[in-house]
C-alpha cells in the first residue's frame, strides 16, 4: 500500500520537475487518474483480487490521485466484467468514499516517515531513467531501436525470478493459494475486448490504405474522420507520413504477476 501511495505522490514531483527543467515558470497541477493494473491481479484466486482492487483503490486515494477507477471483479480471471463485477467495483468506491471518507482529508500520508522516503526514492529513480531516455535521443528514439522494450523485459524477467523463488510473495498466487481454486484460466468469450478481437489480414489492410487518401486541410478533423469510419492508429499514421517505417516500434508486451504461476497447459 505505501509503495502504491509514494508512486502517485512522486509523480506529481516529476511534472513539477519536467516544466521546471522546460524552463516553466508557473508551475501548472497535473490531474492524476488512478486504476489498478492488471498486472497486480494474478487471476489465480478471485477472492485474493478482490481485495487487492480494493487495497489498491484505498492507496489511490491516500496517495492523492484526482480520479479513480476500480475495474470490475474479477477482472483477471474472467476477461470482462460482468453483473456483480461491476456491482462490487462500484460498492468498493462507495464505501471507501461515503463510509471510510478517505477523501475528506488533503494528502493524509504527508509527514509520514515512510511514504516521505518512498515518494523521494521513486522520484529520483524514475528522473535518473528519463535522463536516461534523453541521453539515448528521446522516448521514441530508444522504442525504435528497442532499448526500452529490453529493458522492460530484462525487469521483469528478474521479478519473474524473485516470484518463482518466493522472494517476492504474492498472496494467492505463490503464498496462502486456496487449494480449492483451479488455476486454470476460463476462456474469455470473443469480442470481450479489444485484445480479443481477431486482427485484419495483410491483404484487407492493405485494401483499407488504399481507400484511405492524405488530408488537404484540417488534419485533426482528418482524423476524428477517419477514426469514426473504424481506421486505426497505424492506417492514419501512414497516410500521413507515407512512411510505416518512420514510427515502427516493437509493442511492450504485457505481463502478470501470476503468469510465473500459471499451470503448464495455461502457458502453452
Not at 33 to 57: E, F, K, M, N, Y
Not at 123 to 144: D, S
Request: charge should be negative; include cysteine.
Amino acid at each position: 500500500t505505501f509503495l502504491e501511495i509514494a508512486k502517485i505522490r512522486a509523480l506529481r514531483l516529476i511534472w513539477k520537475g519536467v516544466q521546471r527543467a522546460c524552463g516553466i515558470d508557473a508551475i501548472a497541477p497535473t490531474w492524476i487518474h488512478s486504476t489498478v493494473l492488471q498486472r497486480s491481479l494474478p487471476g489465480i484466486d478471485p477472492a485474493t483480487d478482490l481485495l487487492r482492487l480494493t487495497t489498491a483503490s484505498m492507496s489511490a486515494i491516500l496517495g492523492g490521485a484526482d480520479s479513480i477507477e476500480t475495474p470490475g471483479w474479477p477482472i483477471a480471471r474472467l476477461g470482462d466484467p460482468v453483473g456483480a463485477g461491476r456491482r462490487l467495483a462500484r460498492n468498493t468506491q462507495n464505501i471507501l468514499a461515503l463510509e471510510g471518507h478517505l477523501g475528506r482529508v488533503t494528502d493524509p500520508s504527508a509527514g509520514s516517515y515512510l511514504a516521505e522516503a518512498l515518494t523521494g526514492e521513486y522520484a529520483a529513480r524514475a528522473w535518473t531513467v528519463f535522463q536516461e531516455i534523453e541521453a539515448k535521443g528521446g522516448v521514441l528514439e530508444t522504442l525504435t531501436t528497442g532499448w526500452l522494450q529490453d529493458r522492460v523485459a530484462e525487469r521483469w524477467q528478474e521479478r519473474c525470478r524473485s516470484i518463482a523463488d518466493t522472494q517476492i510473495q504474492i498472496l494467492g498466487a505463490n503464498a496462502y493459494v486456496d487449494q480449492g481454486i483451479s488455476s486454470e484460466r476460463p476462456e474469455r468469450a470473443q469480442g470481450a475486448s479489444g485484445q480479443d478481437d481477431v486482427a485484419r489480414s495483410a491483404a484487407e489492410e492493405t485494401a483499407t490504405m488504399d481507400n484511405l487518401t492524405r488530408p488537404d486541410g484540417d488534419r485533426w478533423e482528418w482524423c476524428l474522420q477517419a477514426a469514426n469510419q473504424g481506421k486505426t492508429v497505424q492506417e492514419m499514421s501512414r497516410a500521413l507520413y507515407e512512411s510505416p517505417e518512420l514510427h515502427s516500434v516493437r509493442p511492450l508486451v504485457p505481463h502478470r504477476d501470476g503468469e510465473p504461476n500459471d499451470s503448464e497447459s495455461e502457458r502453452r
